[in-house]
T-cell receptor, first 116, second 112 residues
């Protein structure tokens, strides 16, 4: 079946521009995560949704970052007034609700954001 | 502060050799994950380890978990070039909704 998809795959933004990154999770996956991966580093958690509810946004680096999932499926990560330090790969992952058992997150291909 | 530390961060191996990557974590965790990432690609799940003493094997890779020592290992047997990639371990914090804390990754290069 279809995996997690993200668009665009690459985005170049001038400093100060707003960007919107889209994530289509696997159908039926209730949980959705956003991660930020800087060059040469491991992914870092940004935010978590269960259906349409944003239950954890503790990893968002500033109030310029905003995420939504209004209908409990597709999610959008928006970055306002982009800065050079926002340059990274943004990964989306989805899963079933965390319960006892294997529980795996499935990652999308990522969006590589470059701020010039 | 929660930490997940991998070592080594860089590993250059010859084909046919064996080696082990180590992953230490600093807090109680329910699950330990190993992922593979090829350049420019996303994360591919390799193993999910759920309990103390868990061992899983797939091809030339074997992962184990010691929850008492808060240590996981990824052992590579008779390395081949196709295993060249970056390997990440990640932990899932007990009581969380499942957001993963990743190590910095081990970049493996297997040379003929």
């Amino acid at each position: 079946g279809a995996g997690v998809s993200q668009s665009p795959r690459y985005k170049v933004a001038k400093r100060g521009q707003d960007v919107a990154l889209r994530c289509d999770p696997i159908s039926g996956h209730v949980s959705l995560f956003w991660y930020q991966q800087a060059l040469g580093q491991g992914p870092e958690f940004l935010t978590y949704f269960q259906n349409e509810a944003q239950l954890d946004k503790s990893g968002l680096p500033s109030d310029r970052f905003f995420a939504e999932r209004p209908e409990g499926s597709v999610s959008t990560l928006k970055i306002q007034r982009t800065q050079q330090e926002d340059s990274a790969v943004y990964l989306c992952a989805s899963s079933y609700v965390r319960v006892a058992g294997p529980y795996e997150q499935y990652f999308g291909p990522g969006t590589r954001l470059t701020v010039t | 502060e929660l930490k997940v530390e991998q070592n080594p961060l860089f590993l250059s191996m010859q084909e046919g050799k064996n080696y082990t990557i180590y992953c230490n974590y600093s807090t109680t965790s329910d699950r330990l994950y190993w992922y593979r990432q090829d350049p420019g690609k996303s994360l591919e799940s390799l193993f999910v380890l759920l309990s103390n003493g868990a061992v899983k094997q797939e091809g030339r890779l074997m992962a184990s978990l010691d929850t008492k020592a808060r240590l996981s290992t990824l052992h590579i047997t008779a390395a081949v070039h196709d295993l060249s990639a970056t390997y990440f371990c990640a932990v899932d914090i007990r009581g969380s909704q499942g957001n993963l804390i990743f190590g910095k990754g081990t970049k493996l290069s297997v040379k003929p």
